[in-house]
């Protein structure tokens, strides 16, 4: 019986990050977990897809649009299961196990958010994060998604929008979604650069203003 995981990154220029992210997944081929890993490109410049040819991983290639990445990605997934993660996101020790005990609830599943800084603000902004996934049912993708193959396409996959991809996937499975055990950790760097409390602001507006009708793609324009 063939392994049932496929993993989705979406990249983009992600040189710098993207072996971090693909370290902690070899806990789930050493279980036997995971069928394939799937780089979905954006069209980088850099040594994003020498990095993915080098650990056997399937690269997909098409416009830089995060939804349109994604989609692409699942579109040539073979397993009944799949996950997606930002290529700045770390798993946890010991995933492979939570992931497995999700797949037999066969509810889709997210992970606890942690930033890759030590400062206060990135704990709020955390926490944040995580209480709004848990009150609304609202993760973004870089808290991960494991979702089964047949669910996701009866979602209808995600939208081809360069922004808020995730949101809508999250809007759609409702309170399907379920708070796995364990925190991922993503990359800080947007929000070390912009400042915590700008960025935090930014995203929040951006979020209000999505569900309230705007267009995605003008949205990106400020994200």
């Keep these: 019986m063939r ?7 979406p990249t983009l220029d992600a040189e710098s990050v993207l072996s971090g992210t693909l370290a902690p997944l070899m806990e789930g081929v050493a279980s036997g977990l995971i069928r394939e890993l799937i780089i979905s490109d954006g069209g980088s410049g850099d040594a994003t897809r020498q990095i993915a040819d080098e650990v056997g991983a399937i690269v997909v290639t098409g416009a830089a649009s ?5 989609r692409r990605g699942a579109a040539v997934a073979g397993g009944a299961w799949l996950l997606f993660l930002h290529a ?12 497995e005990g999700q797949m037999a609830r066969g509810r889709p599943g997210y992970f606890g958010l942690r930033f890759d800084s030590r400062s206060l603000a990135a704990r709020i902004v955390a926490d944040w994060a995580n209480l709004r996934s848990r009150l609304f049912y609202l993760p973004y993708g870089d808290q991960g998604l494991l979702i089964s193959r047949a669910e996701y396409d009866a979602a209808g996959g995600y939208a081809d929008i360069s922004l808020m991809e ?11 979604l379920m708070r796995m055990p364990g925190f ?19 995203n929040l507006s951006l979020l209000l203003r999505y569900l309230c009708g705007a267009d995605p793609e003008a949205l990106r324009r400020r994200y």
């Design 184 to 202: 991922v950790r993503t990359g800080a760097v947007r929000y070390e650069r912009d400042g915590w409390l700008r960025r935090g602001a930014r």
């Design 166 to 176: 995730d949101v809508a996937m999250a809007r759609r499975l409702g309170r399907r």
């Design 3 to 9: 392994a049932e995981l496929s993993v989705v990154i």
């Design 66 to 70: 995060r939804g349109g990445q994604l």
């Design 88 to 99: 700045d996101t770390a798993l946890p020790e010991g995933w492979s196990g939570t992931v």
